[in-house]
Every structure is written in C-alpha cells, then in structure tokens.
C-alpha cells in the first residue's frame, strides 16, 4: 500500500457542483446535480454542452467565459462530496490538505473562486490553496490528488497517486461517486502527520 502524506482537492466539481450550476445560470434547463441529464459524448466541453442544450451555435471559448461572472462562480453548491475535504483532514492533518484549483483567463473566475472559498472553506484552510492549470507540478511521492479531470489524474500519475471523480464528463462515468470515492480512498496507507 501507498503512503500518503498530503491531498491536493481539486475544486470545481470535485467539492462543488460548478459545471451543471453554470449550464444552469445560462439557460440551459438543468439542475445543479442532475448529473443524467449531461450529454456524456460532450465529454469536457462545457460549450458543446451548452449549445446541445440550448440549440444555438458554439462561441468562441473567452465569450463563454465572459459570460459566466464573479457571482456564478462564487455561488457554485457544494457537491456531495463535499465531506472529501474533512475525511482528507481526519486522515492526514489539516495542515496537509491543499486546494487545487485551475483558473480560467477571466478575472472574475480567479476572484469568484476565491469568494467561493472563503464562503465554504474551514478557517484552516482559508490560505492553504494553489491556483493553478499545471497540477502535475504539486506531484511528489506521498501526495494524492483527487481531480475530476482524467488529464490532470494521468499526469499526475506520472510521479504521485491519484483517484479521478467519476463525473458524466470524465472515463467513470458509470461508477457511483461516492461509493467509487470510499472504495478508491480505502485502499490508501494514510499516515497522519508522518513525512517518511
């Protein structure tokens, strides 16, 4: 078994349910967690699946962007699997625990991001986050992120461990999230505090 000695959370539809709540707040006529109703074959394009729902032509990707304010990114619900968050801290010490998040251009991601943690996050980790599109370079040896992402789990790979959430968008997309989460978590060594 791994050692574990840190855990980087990705943000965005990892600890909260950003996607869907931003089809939401365009138009699109879904939930924040009616997850079913995402088309799969869109995989990570946001905009594909914002144009499947709405019938009107793709934009271009900063127009998108634009369109998604400070308030929608601030707002975000939590996910369900928000309790990721206290069990990484029960398992390897608050002050191991980081947010990893990857921005996009717009300004009001970085501060809707920011507005969003400060709203949600435990005191104690008011400061413990790394805003950034380069995950890969938080993996060392004893750390484990756990990202939404299949790219940025395969890279981190690469030299650290990592559990991909399963999400309509992503390669697990059949698996329950929560139960496939407590599984995948289990099956990791957690040392609390320990930096061997």
């Given at each position: 078994?791994?050692?574990?000695?840190r855990?980087?959370?990705d943000?965005?539809?990892?600890?909260?349910?950003?996607?869907?709540?931003?089809?939401?707040?365009?138009?699109?006529?879904?939930g924040?967690?009616?997850?079913?109703?995402?088309?799969?074959?869109?995989?990570?394009d946001i905009?594909?699946?914002?144009?499947?729902?709405?019938?009107?032509?793709?934009?271009?990707?900063?127009?998108?962007w634009?369109?998604?304010?400070?308030?929608?990114w601030?707002?975000?619900?939590?996910?369900?699997?928000?309790?990721?968050?206290?069990?990484?801290?029960?398992?390897?010490?608050?002050?191991?625990?980081?947010?990893?998040?990857?921005?996009?251009?717009s300004?009001?991601?970085?501060?809707?991001?920011?507005?969003?943690?400060?709203?949600?996050?435990?005191?104690?980790?008011?400061?413990?986050?790394?805003?950034?599109?380069?995950?890969?370079?938080?993996?060392?040896?004893?750390?484990?992120?756990i990202?939404?992402?299949?790219?940025n789990v395969?890279?981190?790979?690469?030299?650290?461990?990592?559990?991909?959430?399963?999400?309509?968008?992503?390669?697990?997309?059949q698996?329950?999230?929560s139960?496939?989460?407590?599984?995948?978590?289990?099956?990791?060594?957690?040392?609390f505090?320990?930096?061997?």
């Open positions: 078994m791994q050692q574990i000695h855990i980087a959370i943000l965005d539809d990892t600890i909260n349910s950003l996607t869907l709540h931003i089809l939401n707040r365009l138009g699109c006529g879904i924040p967690f009616e997850y079913e109703k995402f088309p799969k074959q869109m995989g990570y905009i594909g699946a914002w144009s499947h729902f709405t019938g009107r032509d793709k934009v271009p990707v900063p127009m998108f634009e369109w998604v304010g400070r308030k929608v601030a707002e975000a619900p939590l996910s369900n699997q928000f309790w990721i968050l206290d069990h990484a801290a029960n398992l390897v010490g608050e002050e191991n625990v980081l947010i990893a998040t990857s921005p996009t251009k300004a009001d991601c970085h501060f809707g991001k920011y507005q969003w943690m400060e709203r949600h996050l435990p005191d104690w980790m008011q400061r413990q986050y790394s805003v950034t599109p380069r995950k890969e370079w938080l993996a060392t040896p004893g750390v484990l992120l990202d939404d992402c299949d790219m395969n890279s981190f790979r690469e030299k650290a461990s990592a559990i991909l959430v399963p999400r309509p968008w992503n390669t697990l997309h698996e329950h999230t139960s496939w989460l407590a599984e995948q978590l289990g099956q990791f060594e957690y040392v505090g320990s930096t061997k």
